[in-house]
Structures are given as C-alpha cells and as structure tokens.
C-alpha cells in the first residue's frame, strides 16, 4: 500500500474550533485510521504543521499529542515545498488576510465558516483562487450531522409528498461570564471583533436550506441584543455590540417557507441544541443533530382545539424513529476526508468557497433586513 504524505498547515490550533473538531476529531482522528484509502489503493497521510501565536500552547498542544512541528510563522510555513494544505480556524477577522496569503503561495485552502467578513471579500478570495488553480473548502460540517443526514435520506425518498415548511430552533443560554464563566468566546459578542449570530449561524442555515429544500431566495429578519453587558475571560465587564438572537423568516425556491430561532439566550426545553420540523404533504419529520422522528399522513391523529380540558394525547409519543442504518462518523472528520480526497484525487466537492460566499451573503443581508426592517431579495451570486 503506498502512503502519499500531505503537508497541511492547522492555523488557529489553540482555538475551541481548531482544536477540539478540526485537529483532535479530525486529522487525529484520521492519523489514529491510518490515513484516509483511495480507490487505487493509495493512503492520504496528514503531516500537520501546527500555526499559531502562542510559542507556549503549540508546544503544549504538539506534545500533548506527539507532534513535531510547529511554528508561529506563518510566512515561513506558507513557504515550504512539502505544504500543500492551508487550514484556517482563527477568529474569523484574522481570516481573508491569511487566506489570500495561502493563495499567493499557490496553496490548497480549507477553512472555517464565515469565509470572510462580507460577500464581496469572500468572493474576491473566490477569484484569486481560481485564478491562481488552487483546491478550496469552506467548512459545512451540520450537513454531515446524523440527525440531518436522516432526514436528507427522508428528502431523497420522497417521504414529504411537497415540503411545506421548515421551522428551526437552534439555541442555548451562554453564560454572561459574571457568576459562571461563558462557554463561548467573548469576541462571539462584539461586533467590532466579528461577532454575533447572524454571522455565526446564517452560513450555517444556508448551505442546510441550500441542500435540502432549495436555494434561498429572500430573508426577513429582525435581531436582538437581548444581554447587553457580559464579562470576558479575564473578568472584565464589556458592553455586548453583537446581536446574540435572531428570527429569521427565508422563501426558499419551489416555494417551502423556513422559519429560523438562532439566539444564546434562549433556555433549552428540546431534545436537541438545535432540531429542525419538516412539514410535507405527506408527511413531517423532527431532525436534531442525533435524532430524526416521523409522523406519516396515514397515522397522523385528529387534535381538536378545547383549552377547556387537559390535553388527552401525548403528541410526542406519536411520533417513530428514523432508525441510522449506517454508522455515522464526526461530521468534521467526514468533510476533512472529502476535501483531502478532492485535493489529492480530484474527487468532487461541492463546498467550495463559493459555496462559502453565498453563506456570506445570507449572513450579510439577513443583517440589512434586520437593520432596515424590510424583506431583502437573495440574488444569485456568480464569480
Ligand atoms: N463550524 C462550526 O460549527 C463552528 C462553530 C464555532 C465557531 N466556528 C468558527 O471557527 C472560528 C474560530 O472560532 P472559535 O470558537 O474556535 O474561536 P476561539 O476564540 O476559540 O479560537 C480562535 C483562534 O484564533 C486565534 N487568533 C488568531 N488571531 C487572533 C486575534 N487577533 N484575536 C483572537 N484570536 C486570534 C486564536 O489564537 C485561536 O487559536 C470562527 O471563524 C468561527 O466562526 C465554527
């Protein structure tokens, strides 16, 4: 079995993201297998080039791990022969700087999601890319979410007769940082440091309409800042300049209406973090990120409204699991599989960072409608 290594720069190998789903669920993961087979026989071997700002932590992180070869000079790791790959899950600012620097140096690209701040940032990084011949990925990992590849084999069966509506709720209470510590960065929070959901969430929500019930083809949504002062993670008190909710309502094309809660100040009374109703002619599903129930036409009872007696039924019991049929692996690990597998062997792969700029762009005009209070028109992006 021949082995072909591939050199792949991690920048932003400290952070939550870049950590624990791309380095430790990921590429170790992958290394852990033996590296990712191809058809031909061939294995993909991961060398990992850990990039970052902090001497101390690469060295903590590499040995941890029983790697080797870090840097914090980003210039120079650009500049090997032996690096095809460049990765980035820094803070989403620091983010077009790098890319376009990995694109100068005819590097591969696989990155975090937002692609870059706005859409015509992401879709100049877009040109450049193609012009400069180089492989890009932009991260779409809820796609490969077994809750969402359920419902996904739903879709491909035609389970749903015609899709109706899509109703997401996605969500949880993040600390304010005052008596419990926040579980998330405090940049998530500050506007002037690239935060807020919009931003974070709405990449997401484009590319699962996108690829399950059709493209997006206008937004209305309103936003709130409804915690306005947090600590951060030394301790000092900050004023919240970022949205931390939003309502978004998105036409779809075909003509299914989704309906979207994203907000971290929202206390959680689902199964899931996030779950997604499907509502068909046919037939509805819930989706969460694990889990994917059913309710057929043919067994769907007959509620009748009486807020005079208790309810008799237990709604919930009413519903059947979509059983997995097949093992699902970590969604990061799968699409990190299917890039490295496109940069080696050519292999299709969809999300590419067009796919990227149009999440961008949802995310973009999501903000104009919330800020002008109107329904805005998705046009189609084209590089
Ligand atoms: N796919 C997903 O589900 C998902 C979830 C959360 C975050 N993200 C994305 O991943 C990226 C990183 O998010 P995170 O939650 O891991 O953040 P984080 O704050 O935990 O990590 C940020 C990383 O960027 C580095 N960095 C580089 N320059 C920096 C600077 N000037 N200031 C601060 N940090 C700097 C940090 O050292 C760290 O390694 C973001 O772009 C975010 O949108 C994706």
Redesign the pocket.
């Given at each position: 079995m021949t082995r072909r290594s591939i050199g792949i720069i991690v920048n932003?190998?400290?952070?939550?993201?870049?950590y624990w789903q791309h380095l430790v669920r990921s590429l170790l993961a992958i290394r852990e297998a033996g590296g990712v087979p191809l058809a031909d026989g061939t294995t993909i071997w991961p060398h990992l080039v850990l990039v970052?700002?902090?001497e101390p932590k690469l060295r903590q992180i590499a040995e941890r791990h029983g790697l080797d070869d870090w840097t914090t000079d980003l210039t120079a790791a650009l500049a090997r022969d032996d690096v095809q790959v460049y990765f980035d899950?820094?803070?989403?600012?620091?983010?077009e700087k790098a890319i376009r620097q990995a694109i100068d140096a005819g590097k591969h690209i696989y990155t975090?999601?937002?692609l870059a701040e706005d859409t015509e940032a992401a879709l100049d990084l877009a040109r450049a890319a193609r012009a400069a011949g180089v492989r890009t990925g932009v991260?779409q990992?809820k796609l490969f979410l077994p809750g969402l590849r359920k419902l996904k084999r739903l879709l491909d069966g035609g389970f749903f007769g015609r899709v109706l509506s899509v109703r997401g709720e996605f969500g949880y209470w993040v600390f304010e940082g005052d008596w419990q510590p926040a579980q998330?960065?405090s940049?998530n929070y500050r506007a002037e440091d690239g935060g807020g959901i919009v931003v974070?969430m709405f990449p997401?929500w484009h590319y699962v309409l996108e690829e399950l019930f059709g493209a997006v083809r206008s937004v209305s949504c309103v936003t709130a800042t409804h915690v306005p002062r947090r600590v951060d993670e030394s301790g000092r008190p900050y004023p919240a300049t970022a949205d931390d909710a939003a309502y978004g309502v998105f036409e779809l094309e075909g003509g299914v209406i989704a309906q979207l809660n994203s907000s971290w100040c929202v206390r959680v009374h689902r199964d899931e973090l996030v779950e997604f109703q499907v509502d068909g002619t046919e037939g509805s599903a819930v989706a969460g990120l694990r889990r994917c129930r059913v309710q057929h036409r043919a067994v769907t009872p007959k509620p009748v409204w009486n807020p005079d007696l208790p309810a008799t039924e237990d709604f919930r019991a009413q519903w059947t699991d979509v059983p997995d049929n097949e093992e699902f692996d970590n969604g990061f690990k799968v699409q990190w599989e299917a890039f490295l597998r496109h940069v080696v062997a050519g292999e299709p792969f969809p999300w590419d960072f067009l796919a990227g700029a149009r999440g961008v762009q949802l995310a973009e005009l999501g903000l104009v409608s919330a800020r002008e209070g109107r329904r805005v028109e998705v046009p189609e992006l084209s590089l």
């Open positions: 932003g190998v400290t952070g939550r993201m870049g970052g700002r902090s899950a820094q803070v989403t600012q620091q983010r975090e999601k937002p991260v990992d998330r960065p940049w974070d997401h």
